[in-house]
Structures are given as structure tokens and as C-alpha cells.
């Protein structure tokens, strides 16, 4: 139980850290670039954590609500195939690692435009005829999924035997999706900060000192 604690502490740092960096890049649902994504990455003794994000158009092509069975289909293989590991990144090294968590994400502004629409529309209840409420409401339910931007999310956790022999990290998404053309990385581990900017060119986040 105590390992278990030093674990999740180590980790609580580790990503305030990354937020920090986050929040510097000024990356957020409403400003972000197309063809562009961030990769954060911590290592500290046994532990290596790695977050992702890109524009859901860099992954899928579209970042709107999903509008068919079709569109949901791409989300959906699109999240199963950014969690597979194995498929998104390599460890150059033996370093013995386990993944101990993996998700992958497509989160959007529309939930949030739901619920302000449901609400505008409860608060004018009394000054609007049933058929204004309904054409208010789709007026600004079609404005809000135009402009709407969503992204992927993705996050890994892996444990380690022998940390140290990592030596380099390879990011094959650069190949499985032609439509990100850089990747702007932050990596923190026991050798220092690094900051890299990768391309289908350059796709080697080397660790060695």
C-alpha cells in the first residue's frame, strides 16, 4: 500500500509539472492548430508517463459532432488504434517496461454547448411560443457545431524494470497520420528538460545525456 502511494505522489507531481507546460504553450479546445500536436512526457526512476493531444481533424479529418454511424465508426477506430502502444511509440532499449494504464480520448465542445442551449432555453421559457424556443434552440445548436473544435487525448502509463537502458523514444504517429506534420514535445526525466519539435523527417526523442 505504501508503494502504491509513492507511486500515485511521484505521478501528482510529474503531471502538475507537464500542466504547468501546458498551460505556457496557451494549447486549449478554443486555440489550436491544425496539423500540430503536443506530446508531454515524464520519466522519474521506474516510471514513464506520456500525454498526447492533437486536433481530432489531424487524426479523423473532421472535429465536429459526429452527424452518422460512419463518423462515429472513425472515432471509435480512431481511439482503439491511438491506444495501442505498441503502434503509437517505441522504447529504444531494454528497458523492461509494462504498460500499467492507457486511454485514448476524443473530448469536443459540444456537451458544453448543450448544456448552455438547454439552459438559455429553460431561462426564456416564459418569453417565447413553443416554436420560437425550438427554432432559437436549433439556431444555436447548428452555430455552436460549426465552430466547434474538438481533440484526441491520449494517455499511457508504463512501469519499468530497468529504466535506465531507455535510451530513445520513437513516435511512429507522425507516419500513421500523414495529416500531423509536426509534434511539439516536452520530456522531464533525471537528465534534464528536453524540448523537441518533431517531424515525418524526425521522428526520435533521444534521452541520452
Known sequence: MKYIKTIN????CLFTILVSFQLLAVETLDSHEHGSANL????????VVIRFESPAVNIIGFEYHPNNADQKSLISAAENKLSNFATSFKLVGESNCLIVRSSADWVSEHSEHS???EHLEHSEHSEHSEDEEHSDHKAITDENLETEHAEFIVEFELQCEQISNLTAIDVPLLAIFPAIEEIDVQVIYLGGQIKQELTPNNTLISLKN
Request: hydrophobic share 40%; proline share 0%; aromatic share 0%.
Open 40 to 47: 508531454d512526457i515524464a520519466i522519474d526512476n521506474n516510471m
Open 115 to 117: 448544456e448552455h442551449s
Open 9 to 12: 505522489t511521484r505521478l501528482v
